[in-house]
């Protein structure tokens, strides 16, 4: 699976943005999918994931009830709807493929990683 993470830019607080990952490769419905995000200086960090289906969701605490993570299996598509931003959300925003569900919060078990994208939030 090739992933491409598009969709970043500059925004003010409070605004909103809606990243995208589009996928290549016919097995993309048989990977969990996740958002990660990665500030200058450190570590990759769990954003929110969805499983295979789209039955499961996760966020961290971080951004829940502001970030909102869908797929469509059918256009081979992830994404990360970005509400009420603020300027600790700037990072590199990386979508990435994981099998099954146990591992999701783990970046280290994740097997396939898009480029990223910059997401910054002016105050």
């Known amino acids: 699976v090739q992933l491409q993470a598009s969709g970043g830019g500059l925004v003010q607080t409070g605004g909103s943005l809606r990243l995208s990952c589009a996928a290549s490769?016919?097995?993309?419905?048989?990977?969990?999918m996740g958002w990660f995000r990665q500030a200058p200086g450190k570590g990759h960090v769990f954003v929110a994931g969805i499983s295979e289906e789209s039955a499961l969701t996760i966020y961290a605490d971080s951004v829940q009830g502001r970030f909102t993570i869908s797929r469509e299996n059918a256009d081979n598509m992830l994404y990360l709807q970005m509400n009420s931003l603020k300027p600790e959300d700037t990072a590199v925003y990386y979508c990435a493929a994981v099998p099954g569900w146990r591992w999701i919060k783990v970046s280290s078990r994740y097997r396939y990683w898009g480029q990223g994208t910059l997401v910054t939030v002016s105050s």
């Open positions: 490769g016919h097995t993309f419905n048989t990977y969990s």
